[in-house]
């Protein structure tokens, strides 16, 4: 079941995979800034080199299912190399 969101506060957004508009960076919503007092609310973006993209909650989309398979693949692979046995090797 998927969470809540409401796009007029940024409620709920916190965690979900999000795509930059313009670079098309994908990444992990890092922070919410909640909208108040008519501005829209701000989110940072935790990119998959580490850096931030900050910007407007409209600047930012939900992922393609293309982009949402890529983006789970790369994940598995890079989870695959942290995983080590128990005699030491990996």
């Given amino acids: 079941m998927a969470k809540a969101k409401k796009p007029e506060t ?5 965690g979900e995979t999000m795509v930059h508009r313009i670079s ?3 990444g992990v919503v890092d922070s919410v800034l909640e909208a108040k007092f008519g501005w829209p609310p701000e989110v940072t973006l935790k990119l998959k080199d580490g850096s931030l993209k900050k910007g407007k909650l409209s600047e930012f989309r939900e992922p393609s299912s ?3 398979k890529k983006n789970s693949a790369a ?5 695959r190399g942290n ?4 005699d030491g090797r990996r």
Wanted: no cysteine; net charge negative; proline share 0%.
């Fill in 66 to 68: 293309a982009e949402r």
């Fill in 10 to 14: 940024g409620e709920g957004y916190l």
């Fill in 75 to 79: 994940k598995e692979h890079k989870d």
């Fill in 83 to 86: 995983i080590s046995t128990t």
């Fill in 24 to 26: 098309g960076a994908i």
